[in-house]
């Protein structure tokens, strides 16, 4: 595990957690993906659109964050961001588009499976573009009560298109953000089927748990 830069959380990987340089054949096809193509810069729309919901301090926290557009885009909100993310080239882009964005942002390279989530930590959490279902439990937790989620990313629908991923596991099953979120106050969902099949949803964890009320 390398820890490339912590500000505002101190990271802790599970116990018994494996060397993902050594384990993640997906860290290398992830690096090499952000060597060919760059990854791009301006934050998702679910960010942009609702930019309002976002609060002006506080902490956030990227999930698979890539090149970081998005915890740029948080940390110039006014929020103590963290991207985490398994590629070290993707978090290099990351690092550079702070720089250029003249933002401070935490950069963490870690595998997700492996992640330890601090309880009750973050105002928002971000994941775009990223789909694994064990993620759910860990974000519920970490979500401080009040905080925001907002997820976006492809849906069974996408893979009618050429483009994207093929494998079913990568991908949202109906309603599967709705109803894992249902417990919580959802402010926006959305699923699209035109062009491409993506979902989106921006929930609020309830200030008390099992309420909907904040
Ligand atoms: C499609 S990209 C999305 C990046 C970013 N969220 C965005 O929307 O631009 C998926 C990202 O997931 C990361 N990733 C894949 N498996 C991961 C894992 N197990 N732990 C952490 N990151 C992972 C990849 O390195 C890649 O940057």
Redesign the pocket.
């Known amino acids: 595990m390398i820890l490339v830069h912590a500000r505002c959380f101190p990271y802790r990987p599970k116990a018994g957690a494996p060397n993902l340089n050594y384990l993640?054949p997906?860290?290398f096809s992830?690096n090499d993906?952000?060597r060919e193509a760059p990854?791009?810069v301006e934050p998702?729309q679910i960010l942009t659109q609702f930019s309002h919901l976002i609060p002006d301090a506080g902490r956030a926290l990227?999930?698979?964050?890539?090149?970081g557009?998005?915890t740029v885009f948080l940390a110039q909100h006014g929020l103590r961001a963290i991207g985490?993310?398994?590629?070290r080239k993707?978090l290099e882009q990351g690092r550079e588009l702070a720089r250029q964005r003249k933002v401070i942002v935490d950069w963490v390279q870690?595998?997700?499976?492996s992640?330890s989530f601090p309880p009750a930590t973050f105002d928002v959490i971000?994941?775009?573009?990223?789909r694994?279902p064990k993620l759910y439990a860990p974000i519920r937790e970490s979500l401080r009560p009040g905080g925001l989620l907002f997820y976006?990313t492809f849906s069974r629908e996408h893979l009618r298109f050429n483009i994207g991923p093929k494998n079913p596991v990568h991908v949202l099953e109906p309603a599967e953000l709705l109803l894992v979120f249902a417990d919580w106050r959802v402010m926006f969902y959305r699923e699209r089927w035109i062009d491409r099949g993506i979902a989106a949803l921006i929930a609020r964890k309830p200030a008390v748990q099992g309420s909907r009320q904040l």
């Open positions: 993640k997906e860290l992830w993906r952000y990854a791009p998702c990227d999930l698979a964050c890539g090149g557009r998005n985490i993310d398994l590629s993707a870690a595998d997700l499976e992640f971000v994941c775009t573009y990223f694994d976006e």
